[in-house]
């Protein structure tokens, strides 16, 4: 069984993401989506909004599972047996943290491979820091993220879905 573990901080999950997820769950048997907590940013949803958006949104996807967890990476994987993690890489701005942390992360379990995605073109240029950004200011993001996502920025932010544009 080929497990894969896709972390990060989906705060919230967007298109892309979703994108990412959708292609790793045709390559592996299971594809375990981790919500980390990333120390170095602040976060606009809860651990469990996160995760109950991401399992709204995967509820189509039989081998994709929702999970978060605290602690290295690479420590998580192993306990999950997994034999990969998946990244996703949108411009080559990604590159360095990305290289940085594989080669980390490697050091660690040489075991855990990583699996660097491209993102569609589509998505090469979105982020939930984006996203978040125009939903503040009451504008919906619906082509950018899921319904849910969409809804509930929104009304993170005191916006009226309907109204907004
Ligand atoms: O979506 P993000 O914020 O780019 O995800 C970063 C994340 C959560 C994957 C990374 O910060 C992480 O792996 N955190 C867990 C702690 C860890 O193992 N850190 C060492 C990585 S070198």
Do not use: W
Request: charged share 25%; net charge neutral.
């Amino acid at each position: 069984m080929k497990i894969a573990v896709y972390p990060g901080s989906f705060d919230p999950v967007t298109n892309g993401h979703l994108d990412i997820i959708e292609r790793a769950s045709r390559m592996f048997d299971r594809v375990i989506v981790a919500v980390a907590i990333n120390s170095s940013k602040k976060g606009l949803f809860s651990r469990q909004e996160r995760v109950e958006l991401l399992e709204k949104v995967t509820a189509r996807m039989a081998n994709v599972h929702i999970d978060h967890f605290e602690g290295l990476l690479v420590e998580y994987c192993a306990r999950q047996s997994a034999m990969a993690v998946i990244r996703g890489l949108r411009a080559v701005s990604d590159f360095d943290y990305e290289y940085a942390m594989y080669q980390m992360n490697r050091e660690f379990d040489k075991g855990i491979d990583t699996v660097f995605l491209l993102a569609s073109r589509e998505y090469s240029y979105l982020s939930s820091t984006i996203i978040k950004e125009f939903a503040r200011y009451g504008r919906s993001v619906a082509p950018y993220a899921p319904d849910a996502v969409n809804q509930a920025l929104l009304s993170k932010f005191g916006h009226n879905a309907l109204e907004s544009n």
